[in-house]
């Protein structure tokens, strides 16, 4: 299903993969990792997450953002930016692309700009925010041991404006103070219940924020984020917030 919101196009991909195109300028967040953009996953729910049917190469991409190493994929980048697309990544990122036996960013065959977890930068006619994500540390979302799955420093989320239309992804994070003064027109936040936000504390931060529009992805993908995705619309459309799942 393909969501038409202010005049942008929206797609959940699958996992965390999001596209956002208006007339003129498309931009990823988090595209790939787990066969998302190759067809080769199958989703833990039926008719949830949709991967593609066959290999996503749409190559149209101008601006690629990423949150952070977990969801850095240097394929996904390929197969959805053009030929001159300027990738737009956590700047934590190589400090950790050993680790996953990854290349770092400076090899890319595009322009890279990096930013910290709350920053602004300008891509051709795309302002850009970055903003802190992680796990508080004990908090609800945490290994065992009470340490955090992303401790601060580890990524960011964005907030894109796209031919004026802003669109926020808050990455995989705990929701934080700096989120509920947000002014955002479309709210894409993650639900699955293990290392990011659930879907009570989305709905929650969708009532205090007041979107346009909500659509959650970054659930379903595994057992461990399995999420009820038409209980969060409930919640959601109680508040008096609309919200939409891309589902099929």
Same mark, same amino acid.
């Given at each position: ?59 149209? $991409? !101008? @601006? ?9 994929? %240097? #394929? *996904? ?46 891509? $051709? !006619? @795309? ?9 508080? %540390? #004990? *908090? ?109």
């Amino acid at each position: 299903m393909t969501v038409r919101h202010d005049g942008l196009t929206v797609d959940w991909l699958g996992y965390a993969t999001l596209r956002f195109a208006g007339d003129d300028t498309v931009v990823y967040v988090d595209p790939g990792r787990y066969g998302v953009l190759t067809g080769e996953w199958e989703p833990h729910t039926d008719g949830i997450g949709h991967p593609p049917s066959s290999d996503y190469r749409a190559e149209d $991409g !101008d @601006v690629v953002c990423v949150t952070h190493v977990h969801h850095y994929d %240097p #394929d *996904g980048i390929e197969r959805v930016a053009s030929e001159d697309a300027t990738i737009v990544a956590y700047e934590g990122i190589d400090e950790r692309v050993g680790d996953r036996d990854l290349p770092p960013l400076s090899s890319l065959p595009y322009d890279v700009v990096e930013v910290g977890m709350k920053s602004q930068t300008t891509v $051709g !006619d @795309v302002p850009i925010w970055s903003t802190p994500a992680y796990n508080e %540390p #004990d *908090g609800p979302h945490t290994r065992p041991d009470g340490s955090p799955y992303h401790p601060e420093g580890f990524g960011c989320g964005f907030m894109i404006a796209v031919e004026g239309t802003r669109a926020f992804y808050p990455g995989d994070s705990d929701v934080l103070p700096g989120h509920r003064t947000l002014e955002v027109s479309l709210l894409c936040p993650p639900i699955g219940p293990r290392a990011t936000m659930d879907r009570h504390e989305a709905a929650s931060l969708a009532a205090t924020i007041d979107p346009d529009l909500v659509m959650p992805v970054h659930y379903n993908t595994f057992s461990n984020l399995e999420a009820d995705s038409r209980e969060f619309a409930a919640d959601v459309a109680e508040a008096g917030v609309p919200v939409v799942l891309d589902e099929q």
